[in-house]
């Protein structure tokens, strides 16, 4: 049994080092892609926006695949997929893209569901530390992938570039196949009707749109980033390695923040800091844009600390594993299809008016509902209990044996 914990838990760490890879990589190459093969801007926030749109439509098809599956099991399937998803983007054709990007994305999408509720059910005592560490890899996998693409693209193409980025999944096997060979019928109980419970549920909603909002701020940062400081006068180079200051700037925040979460009965404050020092780096890209370095490293913290929190609070605000498993769902389902939006509809304002002002306008707006929301999800308090506590005892499954 002491063997088979720690192999689950660097199988959860490697495998968040692979959930946001195949989003990252691609930011970094637009310019190109809309030459080779040819895409608008707006195609081409649509192509950035895909997997978010997928992390939201598959979120409830998660729980389903852990059952049939278990965790570990499951988390092999999504390193596969992602894998794969990866490889046929580099076949280089539009429909290739747009159905890699598809494939990657409803892999991620399960991986992003399953492995906080792996941790809530597996390792309660270590809550604070393994979504820490998540969180941490999610961020440095994101910064590796946009602060390389661009030197790996005037390497060997962008082609390859792609398609090399299905490395990082498949080392990840090496240590998940033996997890899931070890751990067997672990699984999570469904959602079905009893996530329907959650829809009245006003803590849950605070949870989701605080989940959401945030995601769609990171998630158009993280498309069109490198363009906007291009425009300022960046070069590709620069403007890459921005954007992997972007993603793994914010990891010492990611690693802290869910650890002092988990150590504070109240989380309101920490929520509304975060969103401060996201709203204070929005707006001076817009009033000082040549100070980019300082504000991208200030929202890259502001960014870190809230999406570890958000991701930490549907852990905290759930009673159990089994309804951190249905809120987990509802938040992503409902807050990654907020997030979906933000790419595009960024893309549509800068065709529409010739620059990225608007745009960034957009994303300090969206700061005010974000923080109104953090403060509503960080009070000490925990979503409803399921109404069929006796159908919790009888399907309970252990997610280790």
């Known amino acids: 049994m002491r063997r088979r914990v720690p ?5 959860l760490v490697l495998t968040g080092f692979n959930l946001r890879i195949a989003v990252a990589s691609v930011p970094p190459l637009l310019s190109d892609l809309e030459h080779d093969p040819g895409m608008s801007p707006t195609v081409a926030g649509l192509l950035t926006s895909l997997p978010v749109l997928c992390f939201g439509v598959l979120a409830l098809v998660a729980p389903a695949v852990v059952r049939r599956l278990g965790g570990a099991a499951t988390l092999m399937l999504v390193l596969v997929a992602i ?3 990866v490889l046929v983007r580099a076949a280089g054709s539009t429909g290739a893209l747009f159905a890699g990007t598809a494939l990657a994305g409803a892999a991620i999408a399960v ?46 193409g962008w082609r390859a570039t792609l398609a090399v980025w299905s490395v990082p999944a498949v080392l990840a096997l090496v240590v998940v196949v033996p997890a899931a060979v070890r751990v067997r019928a672990n699984s999570v109980d469904r959602l079905g009707g009893e ?53 793994i700037g914010g990891v010492p925040a990611s690693l ?12 309101r404050r920490l929520a509304l800091g975060a969103v401060l020092l996201e709203a204070v780096a929005i707006a001076g890209l817009v009033a000082l844009p040549g100070a980019a370095p300082g504000w991208v490293a200030l929202l890259a913290i502001g960014q870190g600390a809230s999406f570890s929190l958000a991701l930490t609070l549907v ?23 907020i997030a979906a939006l933000g790419p595009f509809v960024a893309g549509a304002l800068h065709d529409r008016e010739g620059s990225w002002t608007a745009s960034l306008l957009l994303l300090l707006a969206l700061c005010v509902p974000m923080a109104a929301a953090g403060a509503g999800a960080g009070r ?10 006796a159908e919790t005892e009888a399907d309970a499954v252990p997610l280790v044996p």
């Open 195 to 247: 996530m329907r419970t959650l829809l009245g549920d006003r803590l849950a909603w605070q949870v989701t749109l605080f989940f959401g909002l945030q995601s769609a701020v990171f998630y158009t940062g993280l498309a069109w980033l490198p363009s906007i400081l291009r425009t300022e006068g960046y070069g590709a180079a620069a403007a890459g390695a921005l954007l992997s200051l972007y993603a």
């Open 256 to 267: 802290a923040t869910p650890v002092l979460a988990t150590r504070l009965r109240d989380q």
């Open 315 to 337: 852990v905290l605000r759930s009673p159990d594993a089994r309804r951190a498993a249905e809120l987990s769902g509802m938040a992503q389902a409902i807050g990654y299809g």
């Open 83 to 85: 894998s794969a998803g």
């Open 380 to 389: 000490a308090r925990v979503v409803s209990a399921r109404r069929a506590e």
């Open 7 to 11: 192999l689950l838990a660097v199988g």
């Open 111 to 156: 991986g992003n569901v399953v492995v906080p509720t792996v941790i809530k059910a597996s390792f309660p005592a270590r809550v604070g530390l393994l979504m820490g560490l998540y969180t941490a890899m999610l961020s440095v996998g994101a910064a590796l992938a946009g602060g390389l693409s661009v030197p790996a693209e005037h390497a060997v």
